[in-house]
């Protein structure tokens, strides 16, 4: 076993740094071992201008949402139509292709919003 020169805390041979405080165990005046951890000052912020229309456009997706034909007809997609508006009396909202959307426009958000960080 040998002692910390700084904090006196035993430690055993195989170190070279003290687990306690950092320092060299063999007697060198070296300084600690750099933080592999960024620090705050060097982390990257998201872009929030990006996050702020991810949400604008997944708002839209809702509003605007894929309809299709009634359960009774032949499947056919009958596009994008306001909420309150169906393109027919009977028409239903495609929760797929919705689903679909709503992710897609997430992830395509978030990934720009990385892409476009503020350094």
Request: a neutral charge.
């Amino acid at each position: 076993m040998q002692i910390c020169p700084a904090c006196s805390l035993s430690q055993p041979e195989i170190n070279r740094f003290c687990t306690q405080c950092g320092r060299r165990l063999d007697g060198r005046s070296d300084s600690p071992p750099a933080s592999p951890l960024p620090t705050t000052s060097t982390q990257h912020q998201l872009n929030l201008t990006v996050l702020y229309g991810m949400v604008i456009a997944l708002i839209l997706a809702l509003l605007f949402p894929p309809w299709e034909t009634p359960p009774t007809q032949t499947p056919e997609f009958l596009g994008m139509y306001f909420i309150l508006s169906p393109p027919a009396p009977e028409a239903v909202v495609s929760r797929m292709l919705l689903t679909i959307e709503l992710v897609t426009i997430a992830i395509a958000g978030m990934y720009g919003a990385f892409l476009f960080r503020k350094k």
